[in-house]
């Protein structure tokens, strides 16, 4: 009697421990600033290392240190991760994961080369990118691009197990990172541009069976809603909030797809993620809200119970897929500390909120080209309290179907797309990779096919007029007050993730492929390299054998690669060859490269 | 170096005899959808003023929804597909119809293109032939990239053809 009941209670102890364990693997991981085990540095998604050798004195003498080619010529999105002495380094399709030994002059320690139907390729919208890899409890996480998540044992390569979470002949692929909290592997879905219904998983990491899936759209049961519970801008979201604001039954084939990157509060015990643009882009096939896309949500990691939602472009009619990352910062605001959530939105809008409520504190435009909006509504008495005040002449549901509404700011690529933004706590400043694109646009009436693009809507896209002829800028926000502090113009729009140092440092990358850095103060440029290829990877940095080092990966491609390759025109304008019109394949080709640079010894 | 002489002749002869074969543009025929060219094959007319027909026009709209975000804009190329407005010129209709319809794989060691099969599209399928007049008429660069200023008004044929391909 004694010994069973002893047994039982060590077996409540294991179950109730294991969790906690898988959690602590990667919150280790995050701590010990010389390691990478997760895209976004850390849980909050600051993109901020303490790493500080590398100062702004010193990274003008940076050198490149070793390189390693990974053999594929796609867009390289993500950067690799560094646990111990071992760098794990991805690729776009076909999704290779190589382990390099860093202290054996980066020696392929194992590879991992997956089996994929190579039709996938073909019903991915934007490249066959992928955000890279993620880590927990000795495992390498992969979501490659049909779909299936893969955990790699870190030693070996070894698949320990793996799960389709969706199915490519429905137009479903993943481009997304996993994210590891607690005893789960977090992955989202692509393919708003297929008609596909988003939705955001959780699988066990000990065996890969799922915990819980929620849908951005449908009945609430399906979307992990709680009618009385889950708030929207401090209200309850109500009953069939989705349901209510489509056309019979589209929401089915409405989008609001997961592709983006997700971010996570331990205290509050929440995730964050956004969701994307509706199906079509056609706004007069699907009139309403067309909820819940475009739109930040609040889940319980555990259950996936939605604490709160706030629908940034409710009826999008210009395609500004609202996936970016939410990045968790804790500022003072009005002499009281408040637990923020900061958002850089495809819409040209940065929103600021409180975490824990989801209610609205700041939303300004972080591009001043920005025009199909004049302002957020912030009067919460108003009845379009925290929706954008669209202008009618930028409207392309107003104008209607077979109208070209054109000059829109920002273009579809959103002022912002997945490049992740940085925020360091010694500034209290984020840094944010922008598009300086405008565009026109014309919607018209098109079919359902299930697998097939769902797309209706022509688009030309062109630098924003009456700038500075450039496609991009490099700016630092200050999210509390709202305001821009410096911008960088950039002749390409800037697709590499940031990175914030300790260093006073601030790293990105561009479209010709120059790894730049930058004051973290004022903006200075530093220093600059051109690596072999354009670059839309995250820079990233870790030590090793006492040594800090900045990396990473160069490959043109992603959205980026389609319309900048050829360059961009304005149709009113015709050819004009100056400035930032110019191709960018006058400056890069294709590239699949990691470059690492240090300090000489 | 011999040897490499006349196999370097060879090739440059060839090239431009594939440069030299006019491509057979000329708006012979209307069957008040569309023009077609001698060989009956669907082709665009374009008016001394800039003035697009419908279906080319049509092509550049579709074109722009359904192949830009591989293809890149006005059929220019995108570093991981074709620059269509040459394949359209390359490629014979009845095969470029086929690609289109059935896709199309090069897969190896440095390649991963695929194309997909459109066939059952009918957002591309139906309006397949104003895709490929536009991007003859971008190909033999009397349309200019962006979009086509001035264009020719729907026909109530056109319309009609339009309606019962797409399902009503």
Partial sequence: MRAKLLGLAAGLLTTVAAPAFANDSVTEGIKNSGQLVTQLLNYAGTRYSELGDITKDNVGDLQVAWTFSTGVLRGHEGAPLVIGDVMYVHTPFPNNVYALDLKNDGKILWRYHPQQNSDVIGVMCCDTVNRGLAYGD???????AD???????????EVKWSVVNGDPAKGETSTATPLIVKDKVLIGISGGEYGVRGHMTAYNIADGKMAWRAYSTGPDAEMLVDPEKTMVLGKPIGKDSSLNSWEGDQWQIGGGTTWGWTTYDPELNLIYYGTGNPSTWNPSQRPGDNKWSMTIMARDVDTGMAKWFYQKTPH????????NENILVD???DGTMRKLLVNFDRNGFAYTMDRESGELLVAEKYDPAVNWATEVDMNKDSETYGRPLVVAEYSTAQNGEDVNSTGICPAALGTKDQQPAAYSPKTGLFYVPTNHVCMDYEPFRVSYAAGQPYVGATLSMFPAPESHGGMGNFIAWDAVKGEIKWSLPEQFSVWSGALATSGDVVFYGTLEGYLKAVDSETGK????????????????TYKSGDKQYVGVLSGVGGWAGIGLAAGLTNATEGLGAVGGYAALSDYTALGGQLTVFALPN | MKAGMPLLAFATFFANAAFAEEPNVEAVTNDGVRWFNSDDTPTYKIEADGTVDWPTFSGYRRYQAECHVCHGPEGEGSTYAPALKASALRMDYYDFIGVVASGRKNVGAADNQVMPAFGTNPNVMCYLDDIYTYLRARGTDVVPRGRPAKKEAKSDAYAEAEKACMGG
Avoid: C, H
């Avoid at chain 1, 440029?525 to 990233?540: A, Q, V």
């Fill in chain 1, 138 to 144: 000795g495992m390498i996480f992969l979501s490659q």
């Fill in chain 1, 147 to 157: 779909t299936t998540l893969v955990a790699l044992d870190e030693k070996t390569g």
């Fill in chain 1, 316 to 323: 999008d009619e210009w395609d500004y897929d609202g996936v």
């Fill in chain 1, 331 to 333: 500022k003072e605001i």
């Fill in chain 1, 525 to 540: 440029e530093l220093y600059k390299f051109k690596t072999p290829s354009g670059i839309i990877g995250n820079i990233f």
